[in-house]
């Protein structure tokens, strides 16, 4: 896959490009394979290796995903959600558009016959019947990047269902994946709407969220990197920008904050901090019904005196973590979920 013909001699870099691109795409294994025992899709994924070892800045793929099987065809989706590059992909395959690409441009008969969010673009069964496509199945509501509009109910999906694949779709997205746009007013209004809806044993609400406006992220961003200089004397001045970075990268950043003081009513902190979780769980599953991509960040400056103070945090009041939504604009395949079988047990 790195031989040039006519080119400079192979070198120890062009080796070291190949291995790396192999290892990324999980293709080590092949590299000493002939070409004509590999399956379509091992093909596909050392071609795509081939590639990425010239390092391009842009992708041009023509069907990708035609003749895989489902699983490889899965995995396609998967590698192309975590690249970098900008992708631009020739494909009838709408569920892997969807799951792609935030900008889709429709073409049919030689002509351009709409250009927009694929997930509108999708539900448009005129336009698709007109350009001789079929809608891509009710998938998970959110796969596609981009803040948008969610699951348009269009696809007949029992609730339960629905609710399934919600639940299991939502995946952590590092903020440092998460560009504007983020969420408007109405939608922030909905997803504290989602947050009041968290079990409540006694009804005080013992959680409160604070939102960190555009303007306001300096501030986060001091009281970041002060808590790592007198945290760690030896922090160096790249990591302290770093820290001051984190506060500037998703386009909404919510600080999640408990109240743990068990006074009046006497409710335990593990029932109070219970609660908070099911907040967050609300919005984040919330966020990602909408299309929202979302991230959880916690660490060491949450309970800072610099952070206290920021938030004016009262006694009793503990910062748990910040919930970070915007739109992804890249997918890593999502973790692989504990079996029920390591965390239940019967009496
Ligand atoms: C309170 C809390 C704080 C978290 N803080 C971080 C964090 O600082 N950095 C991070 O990468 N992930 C953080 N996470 C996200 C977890 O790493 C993530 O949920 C976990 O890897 C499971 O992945 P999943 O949410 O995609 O299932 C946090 C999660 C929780 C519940």
Same mark, same amino acid.
């Given at each position: 896959?790195?031989?040039d013909?006519?080119a400079?001699?192979?070198t120890?870099n062009?080796?070291?490009l190949v291995?790396?691109?192999?290892?990324?795409?999980?293709?080590?294994?092949?590299?000493?394979?002939?070409p004509?025992?590999l399956?379509?899709?091992?093909?596909?994924?050392?071609?795509?290796a081939?590639?990425? &070892?010239? %390092? /391009?800045?842009i992708?041009v793929?023509?069907?990708?995903?035609?003749?895989?099987?489902?699983?490889? *065809? #899965?995995r $396609?989706?998967d590698?192309l959600c975590?690249?970098?590059?900008t992708?631009?992909?020739?494909?009838h395959?709408?569920?892997?558009?969807?799951?792609v690409?935030?900008r889709?441009?429709?073409?049919h008969?030689?002509?351009?016959?709409a250009?927009?969010d694929p997930r509108a673009?999708?539900?448009?069964?005129?336009?698709?019947r007109?350009?001789?496509?079929e809608?891509?199945?009710a998938?998970?509501?959110?796969t596609?990047?981009?803040?948008?509009t969610?699951?348009d109910?269009?696809?007949?999906?029992?609730p339960?269902?629905?609710?399934?694949?919600?639940?299991?779709s939502?995946?952590?997205i590092s903020?440092?994946?998460l560009?504007?746009?983020?969420?408007?007013?109405a939608?922030?209004?909905?997803?504290f709407?989602?947050? &009041?809806a %968290? /079990?409540?044993h006694?009804?005080i609400?013992?959680?409160?969220?604070?939102i960190?406006?555009?303007? *306001? #992220?300096? $501030?986060l961003a001091e009281?970041?990197?002060?808590?790592?200089?007198?945290?760690?004397?030896?922090?160096?001045p790249?990591?302290i920008?770093?820290a001051r970075?984190?506060a500037?990268?998703?386009p909404?950043?919510?600080?999640?904050?408990?109240?743990?003081?068990?006074?009046?009513p006497?409710?335990?902190?593990a029932?109070?901090l219970?609660s908070l979780?099911?907040?967050?769980?609300?919005?984040?599953?919330?966020?990602?019904?909408?299309g929202?991509g979302?991230?959880?960040?916690?660490g060491?400056a949450?309970?800072?005196?610099?952070l206290?103070e920021?938030?004016?945090?009262?006694?009793?009041?503990?910062?748990?973590?910040?919930?970070?939504?915007?739109?992804?604009?890249?997918?890593?395949?999502?973790?692989?979920?504990p079996?029920a %079988?390591?965390?239940?047990?019967?009496?």
């Open positions: 896959m790195a031989i013909l006519d400079a001699p192979f120890a062009d080796a070291r291995d790396d691109e192999c290892a990324a795409l999980d293709a080590t294994h092949l590299a000493a394979r002939a004509h025992r399956s379509g899709g091992e093909k596909r994924a050392v071609a795509i081939g590639v990425l &070892a010239m %390092a /391009p800045s992708l793929l023509d069907e990708p995903s035609s003749g895989l099987d489902g699983v490889g *065809r #899965r $396609l989706i590698l975590g690249l970098p590059q992708r631009v992909i020739a494909t395959d709408l569920d892997l558009a969807r799951a690409c935030r889709v441009l429709v073409l008969d030689g002509q351009l016959q250009d927009g673009l999708f539900a448009d069964h005129d336009l698709l007109r350009c001789h496509l809608a891509p199945p998938s998970a509501p959110a596609a990047t981009g803040g948008g969610g699951n109910g269009d696809d007949a999906q029992a339960s269902e629905f609710a399934q694949v919600l639940i299991a939502r995946h952590n903020p440092k994946r560009i504007e746009p983020g969420p408007d007013a939608q922030l209004a909905t997803l709407e989602a947050a &009041a %968290a /079990p409540d006694g009804e609400t013992p959680w409160r969220f604070v960190v406006p555009a303007a *306001r #992220r300096a $501030l009281a970041f990197a002060q808590a790592l200089a007198d945290r760690d004397p030896a922090a160096t790249e990591q920008e770093t970075e984190k500037h990268r998703a909404l950043l919510i600080l999640a904050v408990a109240r743990l003081g068990t006074a009046d006497d409710i335990p902190a029932e109070r219970v979780g099911c907040a967050i769980q609300n919005m984040l599953l919330a966020a990602h019904a909408m929202f979302c991230g959880l960040t916690g060491q949450l309970g800072s005196p610099q206290r920021l938030f004016a945090l009262a006694d009793g009041e503990t910062a748990v973590c910040c919930v970070n939504v915007g739109t992804a604009v890249t997918h890593k395949p999502g973790r692989v979920r079996d %079988a390591a965390f239940v047990s019967s009496l």
